[in-house]
Every structure is written in structure tokens, then in C-alpha cells.
């Protein structure tokens, strides 16, 4: 990892947590916003830390950019959580060829930056 990318990870986990810590649940009850508080920090530390180790130049900028996906969808709709992407069943599979197989392949493709590491955490 280059000084410049070291800088730029660790600037978005500090804004990350400044973030957290201004917080406030649209509910506007005290409960939500600690609960939506502890999801931010959580989620933050455990992504991570699950790719502190990598070296890929272009796997860092992958999550660069999913962070700060996150980060901007996040104070635009005021929800801490990724917005779920609704796909119906089976309606990425072409009229023909290997069913299964290219649907799986299709819905990779068509999964957004922001939801690339939450299924793997959650």
C-alpha cells in the first residue's frame, strides 16, 4: 500500500467515526441513535479489519470507493444500513443457456459497489 493510500484508508476511517459520532437516528429517539451509532462503528471496524491485509492495488481501490458509496448514501437517506437492491427471482437469467449458473453470474455483476463486502460480513 502506497503512502498516498495508507492517507486516504485512514482518513475515511476517521471520518467514518466522526460520522458516528454526530449521528442522529431520523426517529429522533435517543435508543435508535445509539443502536444506529454501534451499527456504524461495528461495521467500520469489522470491514476493516477483514481487509487490513490486503495488497491488490486494485482491490483497495474497490473498497475505497464502496466506503465512500456508503458513506454519501448514508447521509443522503439518512439510514446507516446498505440499501438492499430488489431483484426479482430468476429475472437476470437469459430466455436460454445454463439457468442457474449465468443468473448467479448475472446478479454478481448487477450488485452494487456499496453491497460488495455486506454479505460477506453480515
Known amino acids: 500500500m502506497t503512502t498516498a493510500t495508507r492517507q486516504e484508508v485512514l482518513g475515511l476511517y476517521r471520518s467514518i467515526f466522526r460520522l458516528a459520532r454526530k449521528w442522529q437516528a431520523t426517529s429522533g429517539q435517543m435508543e435508535d441513535t445509539i443502536k444506529e451509532r454501534q451499527y456504524i462503528l461495528n461495521e467500520a471496524r469489522t470491514l476493516f479489519r477483514k481487509n487490513k491485509n490486503l495488497t491488490d492495488t486494485d482491490l483497495i481501490k474497490q473498497c475505497i470507493d464502496e466506503c465512500t458509496a456508503r458513506i454519501e448514501i448514508g447521509l443522503h437517506y439518512k439510514i446507516p444500513y446498505p440499501r438492499p437492491i430488489h431483484l426479482p427471482p430468476m429475472g437476470l437469467t437469459p430466455l436460454r443457456g445454463r439457468g442457474l449458473r449465468s ?7 448487477s450488485k452494487p459497489v456499496y453491497l460488495r463486502s455486506h454479505d460477506e460480513v453480515s
Open 103 to 109: 443468473q448467479e453470474k448475472l446478479r454478481k455483476l
